[in-house]
Structures are given as structure tokens and as C-alpha cells.
């Protein structure tokens, strides 16, 4: 008897092993069958013990490439990327007072641009890449998804479709595409939208090993392949100091632009036409339709 109630208290502490409430399974980890995490401020931006790269603007491992495998495909290189960056990618914006990360997507980026950036880091065969960080207006996610970031007052090398920008915040450090190795201070740029932009970025090496154009935590780019957008932070405030808008959704956005675009001339046939003025010029119909009463005046 003592025996099985032994056992019983013994099997206890299997029961009850289950997942913390406070344990978040967001899009991207259930795509890549990653663990669920347990977000908090106090979470350390080094996750592991392992090396992990894209962890701050000096390279882990300055010498150290991509394997093969990783660089044949976009999917194959997002996949790698997020599983050495998630817990980076999720604890980053934990570091702002009073946020809430309520989910992180695949960001449906063109394949045109997929292309370029493969081609480009393909290329690149001596440094890791960079995780850095884009916020920005709701109405230019669009773009960024469809054109990838441009060069301000600049045509785009290769697409001759995407459009001329003009620069809104990035002018100190001369030309470029900005990004930020915080999520913090790119929330500051994040204009009528809960969503900011999580980016793979190839920057430039000086012969030393050190990153050119990077200014403590801003990184600027020279050309419009060395980043790309991979996922999207949906995020919402929860203090009473900042205004929640709603995330970045591609289906509203392509509603929106839909009725914003020039509609479609209808062209009206000869014979239509011919049976409306028919119609207002009929005598007949215009008697009927005001006739004449007669009446007498009463004394």
C-alpha cells in the first residue's frame, strides 16, 4: 500500500510538467517547429552558450561562412537565419518599457527581390550577416515588401518599376538605406502601424574586419541588395502614453490601395445611347407623363 502511494507521489511531479503560461508560440516558430519561449524584459540578448551571430555590429566570428546549404535557397537561408536570431529577435523589443510582442511573421517579400539579395550574399563569402531592424509608415511596408528597400532620389538598378523615394528621417550619414542594430530606437520611427520591420542585412567590411558606415547602432547601406526584410514584430503598447494602431495586414493594405486607384473607363455602346435619348425625346411618354387638368375657380 505504502508502495503505490509512493509511486503516485512520484509520478506527481511528471504531471505537472506542462508549458509555462507566460510561454508565447508566434507564427514563425510554429513554420520552423521552433520552441515556444518565455518572453521577459529581463530575458539576456545571448541566448546560448553557443556562438550566435548577428548578435551586435562586430561579427562573432569575422572568418567563419555560411554553409552551402543555407545559401541555395531564400526559404533555406530564413530558416537558418531565425533559428540562430530568434531569442535576439524576440527579447530585442522586450527592452521598451511597457510593449507586448503579440506575434512575428513571415514577411511575403518579392521573389524579384529575393533574387537580388541571394545573388549578393552568395558573394559575400568571408563575414556573417547582420540582424538589424526597420520601422517605418504603414503605407511604405507595402512598397519595401514589393520593391525591397530603396535609395532615396535614386533609381533602382535593376527594376525599373519601383518608384523614386524621397528621404524622410535618414540624411546624417549622408545616402543610404537606414536600419538600426536596436529594435528600440527603430520603434521610434514606426509611424501608424504596430509592425516593424526584422532585416538580414550584408554590410561592407573594411580590411580590419570593421563594418563601414555603421554609427554605434545605426547601420547604412549603399546598395539596395545588401537588405532584406525576413519577418514582421507585431507589437502593441500597453501603457496609456502611446496609441495602438493596427498591424500591418497585406490583404487590408491591397483593399485599401485597390480603391484608391483610377477606375476603369466604361465604354457605353452607340446603340445604348441611341435608345436613351430615344427614350428622353419621346413625345408620347413626356404627354403622359404631364397632363393637363382643367379646373374652374370658385366664387
Known amino acids: 500500500m505504502n508502495d503505490k502511494i509512493t509511486r503516485k507521489a512520484e509520478q506527481k511531479t511528471f ?3 506542462r508549458i509555462s503560461k507566460n510561454s508565447k508560440i508566434f507564427e514563425c516558430d510554429e513554420i520552423f517547429h521552433m520552441k515556444p519561449t518565455i518572453l521577459s524584459n529581463s530575458i539576456s540578448t545571448i541566448s546560448s552558450k553557443q556562438p550566435i551571430c548577428v548578435q551586435s555590429n562586430v561579427p562573432t566570428s569575422p572568418l567563419k561562412i555560411l554553409e552551402a546549404q543555407y545559401l541555395q535557397n531564400f526559404s533555406n537561408f530564413r530558416r537558418h537565419f531565425y533559428h540562430i536570431n530568434h531569442q535576439k529577435i524576440k527579447s530585442s523589443p522586450q527592452d521598451y518599457p511597457s510593449i507586448d510582442v503579440t506575434d512575428i511573421r513571415l514577411a511575403s517579400i518579392n521573389e524579384c527581390v529575393q533574387k ?12 556573417f550577416l547582420d540582424l538589424v531592424y526597420h520601422g517605418t509608415k504603414l503605407d511604405n511596408i507595402k512598397s519595401i515588401l514589393r520593391y525591397g528597400f530603396l535609395i532615396p532620389n535614386q533609381a533602382h538598378p535593376s527594376n525599373r518599376e519601383a518608384p523614386i523615394i524621397v528621404s524622410a528621417n535618414g540624411r ?6 537606414y536600419s538600426s542594430y536596436s529594435a528600440v530606437f527603430s520603434l521610434s520611427y514606426v509611424n501608424a502601424t504596430n509592425t516593424l520591420l526584422v532585416c538580414a542585412a550584408i554590410p561592407k567590411h573594411h580590411s580590419i574586419g570593421k563594418i563601414e558606415r555603421s554609427y554605434a547602432n545605426i547601420l547604412v547601406l549603399s546598395h539596395e541588395s545588401q537588405i532584406i526584410p525576413l519577418f514582421l514584430i507585431d507589437f502593441k503598447y500597453l501603457d496609456t502614453f502611446h496609441t495602438n494602431y493596427s498591424c500591418f495586414n497585406e490583404v487590408k493594405q491591397s483593399k ?14 452607340r446603340k445604348y445611347l441611341r435608345k436613351v435619348l430615344n427614350y428622353i425625346n419621346d413625345e408620347v411618354r413626356k404627354n403622359n407623363r404631364y397632363q393637363m387638368r382643367p379646373f374652374e375657380f370658385f366664387n
Not at 537580388?116 to 563575414?127: G, Q
Not at 546624417?172 to 538605406?177: D, R, T, V, Y
Not at 485599401?256 to 455602346?269: G, L, Q, T
Request: glycine share 6%; no cysteine; hydrophobic share 30%.
Open 172 to 177: 546624417a550619414f549622408g545616402s543610404g538605406i
Open 15 to 17: 504531471r505537472y510538467n
Open 256 to 269: 485599401r490601395y485597390k480603391k484608391n486607384e483610377i477606375k476603369e473607363i466604361v465604354i457605353i455602346s
Open 116 to 127: 537580388d539579395f541571394m545573388k549578393r550574399l552568395n558573394e559575400n563569402t568571408s563575414y
